[in-house]
Structure formats: structure tokens, C-alpha cells
């Protein structure tokens, strides 16, 4: 049997009544979310997940970091299956999308698969993953990373929310413990949809982005160390200002990234000045330096500048200047193929498409380290997301879920 015309879509108004119903536990304060990681809301939402599933026709499984996989049968019972997912789970003050439509998308698919009665070689499994924002037990990502071996599973249940309560028990007291191996499943292919989280597609009247690559990033802590002294009566050329410094840096670490465009990002996010008070010049000042780029080279390259920058500063001030590496991931190369059927997908619909990198960190970053992996982004509005205001069309909610039904049929093959 062909492949599927351009005519097969999936149904938008189901897709997005789910949605809706799925926000509604745990709901936040300002219409959006508060279904925390391994709170009884997570709890719920899961259930609900699991009754769709099954209804759907699917079978769950669940592995020892509560990971999710429903299965729907192919017809090769020695195929590899093709996976789509994303997470359940949101910030405390977030939207009803991020991770949602990846996964109720994915449930979508579907159940459009069996309202066209369609059978596929290979089997299809829907997955959320656990804990992928990482607010209350960080870091983000968690499961994912487990699976994909980045993190051991004892790590994992040993991180604790900020009122100490452990990971691994709390999975257990809302009960979803399964019993599968982590990253014991071996996959074919991984798609995940998901909102943009930035103004790239809106601003360029997009309907798509094929994800080619996932930024990868360096955390740098700098300290500066100067001196405290009075603001007033300390003569200009006695100071040693560490908050001079910190400027001088912050604004090297801006032209650093604006020289490696296309793509390269970088700010000082974090400043922690001593003593933080009116009249005194800062004798140390501590601040963190987020540098992205998708290319490994580049990345390097910056965090090189960036370094040389900061104890040049630091060496024209008199200060001393200390540097540590407290965060990273490397930059993702998504898997040609399959971001070449994500593209081929969003032409044949008539989607206006363009390539995007990602510019935050999801599962398919992660589980591109063991499986062929690539993402499909759809708008969000004005890129806000993290945010209870976080809003999508259903126009874009459906085309984003209708390339992701194409490309995953093409990958699990349709059969008779
Ligand atoms: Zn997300």
C-alpha cells in the first residue's frame, strides 16, 4: 500500500479537547498548569493518559522510573518499534502545552492510525517521560537521561525536591514504580513534537520547524575578587572594583556570541554581588555565564574567549578571577534522515516549514544518544512558555501533529 496521501489528518478538535481536559489537573493559578513531577497531580494525569491509551487500543508499560510506553501492535513482531512522546509534567507556574502536545499528539496519531484502520510493520509506541522539567527534582530531562545511560538510576532517585523528599519515593508513593529495565527498550526511531518556546516561527509566519540540531551549552561560575571600600572616600585610582568587572565581562560575553552568529547565544544570567550594599564597592562579585551554540567548535571556541576575556579583564582591574565549568551539554545533530522525512512531511501537506535549532534542552536530546532521533516544533504565541499565559493555536497544534503522523508512518511503514 502507498504511503498515505496528503489528505490524511488527524482529528484537530479531538486533539485539542484533550488537551483541554488534561489541563484541567493540576490546574495553575492563571489558566495554566501545576502538574509538578511525581505530585498526586502527576499521579492523575497519568491515569488519564493510561485509560486513553488503552481505550486507544494500546498496551502500557511502565519502567523503573516511571517512563510510560504504549504500545500499539505492528505487524512484524520482530521490527523495531517507532517512538513518539514527550513529558506530562510542567513547571510550577506553566502552560498547558509544553510536553503535553508531544505526548496527546502523539496519542492522536493514533488514534487517527485506527480511524483509518491502517496496519504498520513496525510497532508504535507514545511515551512520556518522566520528570522532564527538572523543577522540583533537578535536573531536567531526568528519565530520559537514565534511559539514555547519561545518569544511573540510583543518582536519579537519590535527587531530592526542596522540601527533601527523595525522588525514588515519591515515584513510589504515587505509585508508578513499573517494572521494565531503564533504556532496555531499543528503538527504530524517535519523534517528539513540541511548542517552539521562542519567536523564531511566529516572527517568520511559520507553521513548522524541522529541528536539525539541539544547542548545546557551557554554564561558567565566574568569581571576581576585589576589594570593599567606601563609595565616597576611596580616590578612583585605589579602587578594585569587582563589579566593574563583571560588566566589562558581561558585556564581552554578548559580543562574543554576536561574533559567532549564525545560531551562538550568551548572557550573564545569575550575579551575585558582595556586599551588595549602596556605598560599598564590590569586593567579589560571583555571576554565571550561559553560553549556546549547536556546533561543538563554536561552542568550544566561545567558552576559550569567554576565559580569555574574563582574566583579561580581571588582570587590567587587579582582580583575581576564578573560573568553573558548572554546567554542559553537548550541541545534538538530530538524524539527517529523519529530518529530512519531517521536512518531506511538512512539504507534502503544504505546511510552510523552516529548519530551526532548538534552543532549550528536551528527551530527544537525550535519547538521541542511543536511538535515531529528531523533534518537530510548531509556534508558540510571542514564544512564551515556562509561563501559565503560554498559548498555541489549534491550527498549529494540528498541523505540527499531522506532520508528525505522516513522518512516523513513513518510518513504521504502512502495510497491506
Ligand atoms: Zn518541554
Not at 487500543?57 to 516511571?66: E, H, I, L, N
Not at 537519590?158 to 521494565?180: C, M, Q
Not at 516572527?203 to 563609595?231: C, F, M, N, P
Amino acid at each position: 500500500m502507498p504511503a498515505p496521501g496528503e489528505n490524511l489528518r488527524i482529528n484537530s478538535a479531538r486533539l485539542w479537547d484533550s488537551l483541554n481536559e488534561m489541563a484541567l489537573i493540576g490546574p495553575g493559578v492563571a489558566g495554566g498548569c501545576n502538574r509538578q513531577t511525581l505530585t498526586d497531580a502527576d499521579g492523575e494525569g497519568r491515569h488519564l493518559f493510561k485509560r486513553w491509551c488503552e481505550a486507544a487500543g494500546m498496551t502500557m508499560g511502565v519502567d523503573t522510573m516511571g517512563n510510560m510506553f504504549a504500545t500499539r501492535p505492528g505487524t512484524d513482531p520482530d521490527a523495531l518499534p517507532v517512538y513518539m512522546g514527550s513529558h506530562l509534567d510542567t513547571q510550577p507556574t506553566g502552560g498547558r502545552y509544553d510536553g503535553v502536545l508531544g505526548v496527546l499528539g502523539a496519542l492522536e496519531v493514533v488514534r487517527t492510525i485506527n480511524d483509518m484502520g491502517l496496519k504498520t510493520k513496525h510497532p508504535i509506541v507514545v511515551t512520556n517521560w518522566t520528570n522532564e522539567e527538572g523543577a522540583r527534582f533537578a535536573p531536567a530531562m531526568l528519565a530520559s537521561g537514565v534511559f539514555a545511560g547519561i545518569h544511573t538510576q540510583d543518582y536519579a532517585y537519590n535527587r531530592t525536591d526542596p522540601e527533601g523528599k527523595r525522588f525514588g519515593e515519591e515515584l513510589a508513593r504515587i505509585g508508578w514504580v513499573g517494572d521494565e529495565v531503564v533504556g532496555a527498550r531499543k528503538m527504530k526511531a524517535m519523534f517528539e513534537l513540541h511548542i517552539e518556546q521562542g519567536p523564531i516561527l511566529e516572527a517568520e509566519g511559520k507553521s513548522i520547524g524541522v529541528v536539525t540540531h539541539g544547542q548545546g551549552l557551557w554554564w561558567l561560575e565566574i568569581t571576581l575578587t576585589g576589594k570593599d571600600a567606601h563609595t565616597g572616600s576611596t580616590p578612583m585610582a585605589m579602587r578594585v572594583n569587582a563589579g566593574l568587572g563583571m560588566a566589562r565581562i558581561t558585556e564581552r560575553v554578548h559580543q562574543i556570541a554576536m561574533s559567532h552568529q549564525p545560531n551562538a547565544v550568551g548572557a550573564v544570567g545569575q550575579v551575585f554581588v558582595h556586599p551588595n550594599s549602596r556605598n560599598v564597592i564590590p569586593g567579589k562579585v560571583v555571576f554565571t555565564v550561559d553560553i549556546r551554540s549547536p556546533e561543538q567548535a563554536k561552542l568550544d571556541a566561545m567558552r576559550a574567549e569567554v576565559e580569555r576575556a574574563a582574566h583579561a579583564v580581571a588582570a587590567e582591574l587587579g582582580l583575581g578571577c576564578s573560573i568553573e565549568p558548572v554546567g554542559h551539554f553537548d550541541p545534538v545533530t538530530f538524524d539527517p534522515e529523519l529530518v529530512g522525512i519531517v521536512r518531506a512531511s511538512a512539504e507534502k501537506l503544504g505546511y510552510s516549514h523552516m529548519d530551526i535549532v532548538s534552543g532549550a534542552g528536551h528527551d530527544a536530546c537525550w535519547i538521541n544518544r542511543v536511538a535515531p532521533t529528531t523533534m518537530v516544533m510548531c509556534p508558540c504565541v510571542d514564544g512564551l512558555s515556562h509561563n501559565e499565559a503560554e498559548e498555541i493555536s489549534p491550527e498549529w497544534a494540528a498541523a505540527g501533529t499531522d506532520v508528525l503522523l505522516h513522518a512516523v508512518l513513513q518510518v513504521a511503514e504502512v502495510v497491506e
